[in-house]
């Protein structure tokens, strides 16, 4: 789905330009992201595969929730509104804790080069696994893996092949504020 998005300099600063979301991945244009990573207190993660029907990187394995913010929209209430979509449940704002915002730019073809900076959270999932409800037109699957076992996925040069490929340094950071979080 094209949506009107914010369109930001290369420091993260809004512009005060909104262009559909196509045209900002036609550009290279910076624009804003949220990703949301759910784990459980044993030590597992949710992942999504991403439906077959997506453009970029279709049917890997990615991050629980993801999705654009929408022009004027505000991040956390960007947050909101995709875990609801995608995954069908309701969450407070308070449940939601940032770890970060981070830069990644994708060259996936010419036409195609999705720079954004990904606005980044972790949060407890307090529902069973059994009552998500996945948005067949973004999600295709929907698992929970544990951090031991999707760290070695990712150490694995064969096994990385089914997962987004974002940095090693994004996904340990993750790691360490799921980990850090659990601990507590």
């Known amino acids: 789905m094209d949506e009107l998005i914010d369109i930001l300099d290369s420091d993260g600063n809004k512009t005060g330009k909104t262009a559909l979301k196509s045209e900002a991945h036609r550009n290279g244009w910076f624009h804003q992201t949220v990703h949301i990573w759910f784990y459980t ?3 597992k993660v949710l992942l999504q595969k991403r439906a077959k029907s997506k453009v970029i990187f279709p049917l890997l394995w990615d991050v629980s929730v993801a999705g654009h913010i929408g022009s004027g929209e505000k991040i ?4 909101l509104r995709e875990i609801e979509e995608e995954i069908g449940i309701i969450v407070q704002k308070s449940d939601l ?3 970060g915002c981070f830069t990644s730019i994708q060259k996936h073809s010419p036409n195609l080069i999705d720079s954004e900076y990904h606005h980044t959270f972790i949060s407890k999932l307090k529902v069973n696994f059994t009552l998500l409800k996945k948005q067949d037109i973004e999600v295709e699957d929907l698992q929970l893996k544990s951090i031991s076992e999707f760290k070695r996925d990712l150490n694995d040069s064969e096994m990385q092949k089914l997962y987004v490929p974002h940095s090693k340094e994004y996904y340990n950071l993750v790691f360490k504020a799921i980990e850090k979080t659990i601990k507590l």
Do not use: H, L, P, R
């Not at 956390?76 to 947050?79: K, L, N």
């Open 97 to 99: 804790q940032k770890i």
């Open 41 to 43: 207190n044993d030590n």
């Open 76 to 79: 956390e209430a960007s947050a």
